[in-house]
């Protein structure tokens, strides 16, 4: 069965770059969720989007964007980054209302050098 | 709000012994449970799911939870426990959709070591 998938899988970058994560959720499913997972920490809930529309937004910083796009498929964009943000990115995929099942992609281990 | 605390970090435990993660929440509103299984470098699997009815859960690999409103508890257990169950298990809540929008809440997660 197609799972969700998550590109690039390995980010490496530097202080003050940006980095773009893409996200292609299951296909039908229309719910899209990032979490962040820090080393040896629990994942946070950072952003969600259903059908195309932001549906509900955690702990993300101005620095951090993302939308979800008509194919459904999603981007997280990330600027000025820090050292801090060295992470695991998750995403998830939904078929939304209704279904509570969130299905994640292998993640995007950001490294910021 | 929703919380998620789980009891042990780390549960260590030999093979064939039977073994129980426990979870307990806080929520102001009715909350859908899960347990999530992350193996090294790997992302998270869904093990099993709590959203009604039984209160008796069973999932992949063998595991089972059972959700105790009173105790807001959803402590997961499975009877013999195999090396390849050693991975990092987290238990979530989430709340209803049209209320918080669907996202997980996760524990502090608990690092489950499985010797021979």
């Known amino acids: 069965a197609a799972g969700v998938i998550q590109s690039p899988r390995h980010l490496i970058k530097e202080k003050r770059e940006t980095a773009t994560l893409k996200c292609y959720p299951i296909?039908?499913?229309?719910?899209v969720y990032w979490y962040q997972q820090g080393p040896g920490q629990d994942p946070q809930f950072l952003i969600s989007?259903?059908?195309?529309?932001?549906?509900d937004k955690g702990s993300i910083p101005d620095r951090f964007s993302a939308q979800q796009f008509s194919d459904y498929h999603s981007e997280l964009n990330m600027s000025s980054l820090e050292l801090g943000d060295s992470a695991l990115y998750f995403c998830?995929?939904?078929?939304?209302?209704?279904?509570?099942?969130?299905?994640f992609g292998p993640g995007t281990r950001l490294t910021v050098t | 709000a929703q919380s998620v605390t789980q009891l042990d970090s780390q549960v260590p435990v030999f093979e064939e012994a039977p073994v129980e993660l426990r979870c307990n929440y806080s929520?102001?509103?009715?909350?859908?449970l899960f347990w999530y299984v992350q193996y090294p470098n790997q992302g998270l699997q869904l093990l099993l799911k709590?959203?009604?009815?039984?209160?008796l859960v069973k999932g992949i690999n063998g595991f089972e939870a059972e959700f105790n409103k009173s105790q807001t508890s959803f402590h997961l257990r499975k009877p013999s426990v195999h090396i390849s169950d050693t991975a990092e298990y987290f238990c979530?809540?989430?709340?209803?959709?049209?209320?918080?929008?669907?996202?997980?809440?996760f524990g502090q997660g608990t690092e489950l070591s499985v010797k021979p």
């Open positions: 998830a995929s939904s078929l939304g209302s209704g279904h509570y099942e969130q299905y």
């Open positions: 296909p039908r499913h229309d719910t």
């Open positions: 989007f259903y059908e195309k529309m932001q549906s």
């Open positions: 929520s102001s509103v009715s909350v859908y």
């Open positions: 709590y959203l009604s009815g039984s209160t």
């Open positions: 979530a809540v989430s709340a209803p959709i049209y209320n918080q929008g669907g996202k997980l809440i």
